[in-house]
């Protein structure tokens, strides 16, 4: 029933923008909490950054902090990721998550809901 989709990736050059969307439906959108994770080939999945159930408190790994933006939109059930200053490292396959906790963590396991991935690729 619980349902989210990514959409928005891409293929842009480095120092470039793009911005993922995730819409969900099926729930009541701001009892979850959500998130961002990624894999890149051969890498294991890392969260990326997660926002609580408000808005008002966010999470960023070390490596995207400055450049990436997490936000929600309660009224449209949509979760967003800003992304700036794009580098190649970031070239992976994100995933959109939900959790049942209404908090911000970057704690995979408390993820209950998954997309089904949209790809980001940052050529040099």
């Known amino acids: 029933q619980v349902q989210v989709v990514e959409s928005g990736g891409g293929l842009v050059q480095a120092g470039g923008s793009l911005r993922l969307s995730c819409t969900a439906s099926g729930m009541t959108f701001d009892d979850y909490g959500m998130a961002w994770f990624r894999q890149a080939p051969g890498k294991e999945r890392e969260g990326v950054s997660s926002?609580?159930?408000?808005?008002?408190?966010?999470l960023y790994a070390d490596s995207v902090k400055g450049r990436f933006t997490i936000s929600r939109d309660n009224a449209a059930n949509t979760l967003y990721l800003q992304m700036n200053s794009l580098k190649p490292e970031d070239t992976a396959m994100y995933y959109c998550?939900?959790?049942?906790?209404?908090?911000?963590?970057?704690?995979?396991?408390?993820?209950?809901?998954w997309g089904q991935g949209t790809q980001v690729t940052v050529s040099s």
């Open positions: 998550a939900a959790s049942r906790y209404k908090w911000s963590s970057l704690v995979e396991s408390w993820y209950n809901y």
């Open positions: 926002i609580n159930w408000n808005g008002h408190t966010t």
